[in-house]
């Protein structure tokens, strides 16, 4: 049915990996498109939605592992290639080096 499908990786060069910040940057971008996108730390699964913020938090990626991601709908080569460019530029993530924020509790 789905007539577009796209894959990808990218290696995670943020220095905190794919954590809280980066993974609410993920998921909101991943909303953005029509695309069902999944992502995995190994090139054959386990597969998670990348839509979900749970999920992508379960991933645990640190620093220089290497993500993979595949969509599947009409804009799916679109979303690979945002996803690719939002990690390439490490998240937006400026602050990767702090171990945690002051007065923030991590749960």
Do not use: C
């Amino acid at each position: 049915m789905d007539e577009s499908a796209a894959t990808s990786s990218v290696v995670l060069t943020n220095a905190i990996g794919l954590h809280a910040r980066p993974s609410v940057k993920l998921t909101k971008l991943a909303k953005t498109f029509s695309a069902a996108i999944e992502l995995a730390s190994a090139p054959d699964g386990p597969w998670v939605d990348a839509k979900s913020i749970v999920k992508v938090m379960a991933v645990k990626a640190t620093k220089g592992a290497t993500l993979y991601f595949r969509a599947r709908g009409d804009d799916a080569k679109e979303a690979l290639a945002a996803v690719r460019h939002l990690a390439g530029r490490g998240f937006d993530d400026q602050g990767g080096h702090e171990e945690s924020a002051p007065g923030e509790a991590n749960g």
